[in-house]
């Protein structure tokens, strides 16, 4: 037996060595003493064989001490903790098939929620937990149910108040589905990149608080991130190291409290490769799901997947309320793994269509999945494309297009910003054209590029990545990696904040967008149209996109307020307002010229936002 503190082993000891005492003092005639003396002599495996002819004491069904809410009101989309004090029987409190902890939340509307519950040996708290975030105000109840081998216990029902709150809820896939939206139907596009934490020691982690908070004034509202797997070769295959535990919990509080959201890459392609890239890509040495899977057979082996599920159970149990999270990004560069490159592709994608079928029938809140191939041109994976919500597509600048062989950039050589976004253009629209789902860019940047981190280049490619993103149709910013001081002069920069000026008051979620031609002769443009707004990005990056025209076909007769966007000052010119000719709006980019001593340049490129003001 085993108590909420206690583990199993010991009481079970107590009781059983207990009743060997007497056996020992009725059978062979022996005092108390003598027979205390022969058991502390005894082998333990002795102790085990004599446990067999011993009389067993008759196994208890569990029982629930107590719940403790770690509040009696919460907010609504805020977390309601309930703090459960239990006795069962289990030598595993990880495994549910031994000890099986949920709870019955029902609503004010009459749905009924049902929630895991987790072990939670990190906290001193306590040590079984169940976590849930309402998404109605009013009244609620609950009753906490317990399960072993023994029987199951059921607490008495309580009641909760839930009170409105500032927040907007969850991240999910908008009706339009192709954006994003929060659980009260307002839009939410993604202005984030990558920020690893590689936390495996106490103390370790990269992410701060003072990281988030810089990010957040920045214009930044998600990160990404890989986690440092919870199965360790000390834990063993199903227990969790809960150092790494109350890390994840640490950062999904700071998230929550800044209303930074989080894209959750689950099983990263280095935890799973023994060598198909080397170094420190080939990290399944170290991972204990090698006890029963070589890595090539990792994605079909049933042993494996069996302790995957309970894996993924407890993902969801102990994390799975925050509202902070958005995404679970289930598989970076799956063709990175043997796996892949040495078993069979289609039972890594059964692989793929099992992990995102079991988050959709047991995630409560339904966010949506995604997973990737690496960044290489070729690397176009549609079956990966179809199986997960949000299709996402890898980019590294330098695939595809010729680069130049030097330092120098000579009169015949491809301009290395144009051929940049044209390639964020391009696979963004095959993206939109063959899959009828949100599209993002899962990965890019780095240094695979022409322009290392630190030049100017670097950061005109990453600024030209954001809006060849938005032009095209992705719900996010494309996930650049990572946040390091190895980038961060060149990507965590006022950009960000720009871009995020220009697309808060555009309702992606409640308009039917769709790509319009844009034709602007010597300079790139692409847009997006609904029937309330256009908005676009013009490009020239050999020059500047003053004096450019570009030119809107097939709209109807009328006239229509432009307001241009100095995308790299953040700042609207202002509005003018354009009649079209015989369904043509004609727009032509104007050239701002030094001013009292001042530079006022248009730059390189310029967004746009075109409104009908009187179309019919």
Same mark, same amino acid.
């Given at each position: 037996?085993?108590?909420?503190?206690?583990?199993?082993?010991?009481?079970?000891?107590?009781? $059983?060595?207990?009743?060997?005492?007497?056996?020992?003092?009725?059978?062979?005639?022996?005092?108390?003493? $003598?027979?205390?003396?022969?058991? $502390?002599?005894?082998?333990?495996?002795? @102790?085990?064989?004599?446990?067999?002819?011993?009389?067993?004491?008759?196994?208890?069904?569990?029982?629930?001490?107590?719940?403790?809410?770690? %509040?009696?009101?919460?907010?609504?989309?805020?977390?309601?903790?309930? !703090? #459960?004090?239990? !006795?069962?029987?289990?030598?595993?409190?990880?495994?549910?098939?031994?000890?099986?902890?949920?709870?019955?939340?029902?609503?004010?509307?009459?749905?009924?929620?049902?929630?895991?519950?987790?072990? &939670?040996?990190?906290?001193?708290?306590?040590?079984?937990?169940?976590?849930?975030?309402?998404?109605?105000?009013?009244?609620?109840?609950?009753?906490?149910?317990?399960?072993?081998?023994?029987?199951?216990?059921?607490?008495?029902?309580?009641?909760?108040?839930?009170?409105?709150?500032?927040?907007?809820?969850?991240?999910?896939?908008?009706? &339009?589905?192709?954006?994003?939206?929060? %659980?009260?139907?307002?839009?939410?596009?993604?202005?984030?990149?990558?920020?690893?934490?590689?936390?495996?020691?106490?103390?370790?982690?990269?992410?701060?608080?003072?990281?988030?908070?810089?990010?957040?004034?920045?214009?930044?509202?998600?990160?990404?991130?890989?986690?440092?797997?919870?199965?360790?070769?000390?834990?063993?295959?199903?227990?969790? +190291?809960?150092?790494?535990?109350?890390?994840?919990?640490?950062?999904?509080?700071?998230?929550?409290?800044?209303?930074?959201?989080?894209?959750?890459?689950?099983?990263?392609?280095?935890?799973?490769?023994?060598?198909?890239?080397?170094?420190?890509?080939?990290?399944? @040495?170290? &991972?204990?799901? !090698?006890?029963?899977?070589?890595?090539?057979?990792?994605?079909?082996?049933?042993?494996?997947?069996?302790?995957?599920?309970?894996?993924?159970?407890?993902?969801?149990?102990?994390?799975?309320?925050?509202?902070?999270?958005?995404?679970?990004?289930?598989?970076?560069?799956?063709?990175?793994?043997?796996?892949?490159?040495?078993?069979?592709?289609?039972?890594?994608?059964?692989?793929?269509?099992?992990?995102?079928?079991?988050?959709?029938?047991? +995630?409560?809140?339904?966010?949506?999945?995604?997973?990737?191939?690496?960044?290489?041109?070729?690397?176009?994976?549609?079956?990966?494309?179809?199986?997960?919500?949000?299709?996402? $597509?890898?980019?590294?600048?330098?695939?595809?297009?010729?680069?130049?062989?030097?330092?120098?950039?000579?009169?015949?050589?491809?301009?290395?910003?144009?051929?940049?976004?044209?390639?964020?253009?391009?696979?963004?629209?095959?993206?939109?054209?063959?899959?009828?789902?949100?599209? @993002?860019?899962?990965?890019?940047?780095?240094?695979?590029?022409?322009?290392?981190?630190?030049?100017?280049?670097?950061?005109?490619?990453?600024?030209?990545?954001?809006?060849?993103?938005?032009?095209?149709?992705?719900?996010?910013?494309?996930?650049?990696?990572?946040?390091?001081?190895?980038?961060?002069?060149?990507? #965590?920069?006022?950009?960000?904040?720009?871009?995020?000026?220009?697309? !808060?008051?555009?309702?992606?979620?409640?308009?039917?967008?769709?790509?319009?031609?844009?034709?602007?002769?010597?300079?790139?443009?692409?847009?997006?149209?609904?029937?309330?707004?256009?908005?676009?990005?013009?490009? &020239?990056?050999?020059?500047?996109?003053?004096?450019?025209?570009?030119?809107?076909? +097939?709209?109807?007769?009328?006239?229509?307020?432009?307001?241009?966007?100095?995308?790299?000052?953040?700042?609207?010119?202002?509005?003018?307002?354009?009649?079209?000719?015989?369904?043509?709006?004609? #727009?032509? @980019?104007?050239?701002?010229?030094?001013?009292?001593?001042?530079?006022?340049?248009?730059?390189?490129?310029?967004?746009?936002?075109?409104?009908?003001?009187?179309?019919?």
């Amino acid at each position: 037996m085993a108590s909420g503190h206690e583990h199993g082993l010991a009481t079970l000891y107590e009781w $059983r060595v207990g009743g060997l005492d007497s056996e020992l003092m009725k059978t062979h005639h022996t005092t108390p003493r $003598r027979a205390a003396s022969v058991l $502390r002599f005894l082998p333990l495996i002795l @102790i085990a064989g004599a446990l067999a002819t011993c009389p067993r004491l008759e196994a208890e069904p569990p029982t629930i001490l107590s719940v403790r809410p770690q %509040s009696e009101t919460a907010g609504c989309y805020e977390k309601l903790e309930l !703090r #459960v004090d239990l !006795r069962a029987s289990y030598a595993n409190p990880f495994d549910p098939e031994e000890v099986d902890l949920s709870a019955e939340f029902t609503a004010p509307s009459g749905k009924v929620w049902r929630v895991w519950g987790f072990y &939670n040996a990190s906290s001193w708290a306590a040590l079984w937990m169940v976590r849930f975030t309402p998404t109605e105000t009013g009244t609620w109840r609950y009753v906490v149910k317990v399960k072993d081998r023994e029987g199951e216990a059921q607490s008495s029902s309580q009641a909760f108040e839930v009170t409105d709150s500032a927040h907007r809820g969850f991240v999910g896939i908008a009706p &339009n589905r192709r954006y994003l939206q929060h %659980s009260d139907g307002s839009s939410f596009y993604g202005i984030g990149l990558w920020y690893n934490d590689s936390y495996e020691l106490f103390g370790q982690g990269q992410i701060t608080e003072s990281g988030l908070d810089e990010l957040k004034e920045l214009g930044v509202n998600f990160i990404s991130f890989f986690h440092t797997p919870l199965e360790t070769m000390g834990s063993g295959l199903g227990r969790y +190291d809960e150092n790494r535990c109350g890390r994840l919990d640490e950062l999904f509080a700071w998230c929550e409290a800044r209303d930074i959201y989080i894209s959750w890459n689950i099983w990263f392609h280095s935890y799973i490769s023994e060598a198909v890239w080397g170094g420190g890509n080939a990290r399944y @040495i170290n &991972n204990p799901y !090698r006890q029963v899977s070589s890595a090539a057979d990792f994605f079909g082996n049933a042993e494996a997947w069996r302790y995957q599920e309970k894996l993924y159970r407890y993902l969801i149990a102990r994390w799975g309320y925050s509202r902070a999270l958005f995404l679970w990004f289930i598989v970076d560069e799956i063709n990175g793994t043997e796996g892949w490159q040495d078993g069979d592709q289609q039972v890594a994608e059964t692989w793929c269509r099992n992990v995102h079928d079991f988050f959709k029938q047991h +995630d409560p809140y339904g966010r949506p999945t995604t997973g990737t191939q690496s960044g290489g041109i070729g690397q176009w994976w549609p079956g990966g494309y179809r199986i997960f919500d949000i299709a996402a $597509r890898e980019i590294y600048e330098a695939q595809g297009h010729p680069m130049p062989k030097s330092g120098k950039l000579g009169p015949g050589d491809e301009d290395p910003l144009r051929s940049s976004y044209r390639n964020y253009a391009v696979q963004t629209q095959k993206l939109w054209e063959g899959f009828d789902k949100p599209a @993002i860019i899962g990965e890019c940047g780095w240094d695979h590029t022409y322009y290392e981190p630190g030049m100017p280049g670097y950061l005109a490619m990453y600024h030209n990545a954001l809006w060849a993103g938005l032009a095209n149709g992705l719900c996010t910013t494309p996930f650049w990696w990572a946040h390091s001081s190895y980038l961060n002069d060149s990507v #965590v920069t006022r950009q960000m904040l720009h871009f995020a000026r220009f697309v !808060r008051d555009i309702d992606l979620a409640g308009s039917d967008f769709g790509p319009i031609k844009v034709e602007a002769g010597q300079a790139d443009a692409w847009a997006m149209k609904s029937d309330r707004l256009i908005f676009g990005w013009l490009v &020239n990056s050999r020059s500047s996109a003053a004096q450019e025209t570009f030119t809107l076909k +097939d709209l109807p007769e009328g006239s229509y307020e432009v307001r241009l966007y100095r995308t790299w000052r953040g700042q609207y010119l202002p509005a003018t307002t354009v009649a079209t000719t015989e369904g043509r709006l004609r #727009v032509t @980019i104007p050239e701002l010229r030094t001013s009292e001593g001042r530079a006022q340049h248009i730059g390189p490129d310029v967004a746009f936002k075109i409104r009908p003001v009187n179309a019919r």
